[in-house]
T-cell receptor
């Protein structure tokens, strides 16, 4: 299995809802990432987990809460989001973490819309 | 921090013409650089990495330490090459701004 799988593909939620995005990889990669991508913009790094520990948080608002239950899974818990949080959320993994010089494998993303 | 710059947001060429997408980097030490491509409605995927020195889909990229550049080149562009192209440092997970390539028939 050489894929990164993200669920759900689409998510519509209200500003008071709580939801979670999920990401899974079975390539034995030890680093996993969350990115936010707005239309016609490059992916913006949000969080990096390296060996299941949070190693980078790019000053992301606390309404986004990442979780790495094990080396294959990465979650992004959402609560009290704002309309400007509507975007494509990408998950990626790499064999080693930042500094390891390994390429990333990306999922298809979850398209999130906040009403 | 390791940073890359892609000076062109948009690039348009005709089919069969040569194409060069520019990427400049700004950090010391041994750079590790990648090109990623995002076709319409497809996932972001690795196109090239500088240490492999290979050609993928006719694209090549050479690291020029003197000019601190890692430009992506293809001698004869095809319509299916139309996509977003991102340069990224391998030791930092922050992408360049990207270049949207359009190959016209």
């Amino acid at each position: 299995d050489t894929e990164v799988t993200q669920t759900p593909k689409h998510l519509v939620m209200g500003m008071t809802n709580k939801k979670s995005l999920k990401c899974e990889q079975h390539m034995g990669h030890r680093a996993m990432y969350w990115y936010k991508q707005k239309a016609k913009k490059p992916p913006e790094l949000m969080f990096v987990y390296s060996y299941e520990k949070l190693s980078i948080n790019e000053s992301v608002p606390s309404r986004f809460s990442p979780e790495c239950p094990n080396s294959s899974l990465l979650n992004l818990h959402l609560h009290a989001l704002q309309p400007e949080d509507s975007a494509l959320y990408l998950c990626a993994s790499s064999q080693r973490g930042p500094g390891g010089g390994q390429p990333q494998h990306f999922g298809d993303g979850t398209r999130l819309s906040i009403l | 921090a390791q940073r890359v710059t892609q000076p062109e947001k948009l690039l348009s060429v005709f089919k069969g013409a040569p194409v060069e997408l520019k990427c400049n980097y700004s950090y010391s030490g041994s750079p590790e650089l990648f090109w990623y491509v995002q076709y319409s409605r497809q996932r972001l995927q690795l196109l090239l990495r500088h240490i492999s020195r290979e050609s993928i889909k006719g694209f090549t990229a050479d690291l020029n330490k003197g000019e601190t550049s890692f430009h992506l080149k293809k001698p004869f562009a095809q319509e299916e090459d139309s996509a977003m192209y991102y340069c990224a440092p391998g030791n930092d997970m922050r992408f360049g701004a990207g270049t949207r390539l359009t190959v016209k028939p």
